[in-house]
């Protein structure tokens, strides 16, 4: 089960009870109170009373803000849901990289967290990479930089404080 947070706490959302979408306005508006209600909706009911007095203590603009930010978490949800899973994957493949490149760049290096995202990075490719298409060659050959950029960090270091990311 997930959880929302409030202002008086996390609040756990049952995703399996039916949920409401808000109805916009022919400009694309949600009216704050479909809004509201759709919130609530997906809120367990013996919850709700809890959420709506937590909402209530909030200034006009502090549920404004909220509102907005349910509306924004929304839309890049429903943006990531309608792009092609595997573009989500090598994303966050193309993160794992990244963090490891940032560990070895750290003065001084930080092998073992850099041999992690590495590791991460190589399990991942294991279990899906073939199923990511031409991203896939692309994040292998990412992958084989970064091991070789580990070798020659690590071996520029000399202490051998962490040993060779998985292959």
Do not use: C
Request: without cysteine; aromatic residues 4%.
């Amino acid at each position: 089960m997930s959880s929302l947070w409030t202002p008086g706490g996390e609040v756990p959302v049952d995703r399996e009870a039916p949920q409401q979408a808000p109805a916009a306005d022919p400009d694309g508006d949600i009216d704050p109170a479909d809004l509201l209600a759709a919130i609530l909706s997906s809120i367990p009911e013996d919850q709700r009373d809890e959420f709506q007095a937590a909402f209530a203590e909030l200034t006009d603009e502090e549920r404004d803000n909220y509102l907005q930010a349910m509306l924004q978490r929304a839309e890049i949800q429903r943006q990531v849901v309608e792009s092609p899973v595997e573009m989500q994957i090598a994303n966050h493949a193309a993160g794992l990289f990244e963090l490891a490149a940032l560990h070895l760049q750290h003065p001084p290096p930080h092998l073992p967290e850099a041999k992690l995202a590495i590791d991460a990075l190589a399990g991942l490719l294991g279990a899906v990479g073939d199923q990511l298409g031409d991203q896939g060659a692309e994040l292998r050959a990412m992958l084989s930089q970064i091991q070789l950029a580990f070798v020659q960090v690590q071996g520029s270091a000399g202490d051998g404080e962490a040993e060779a990311p998985d292959a």
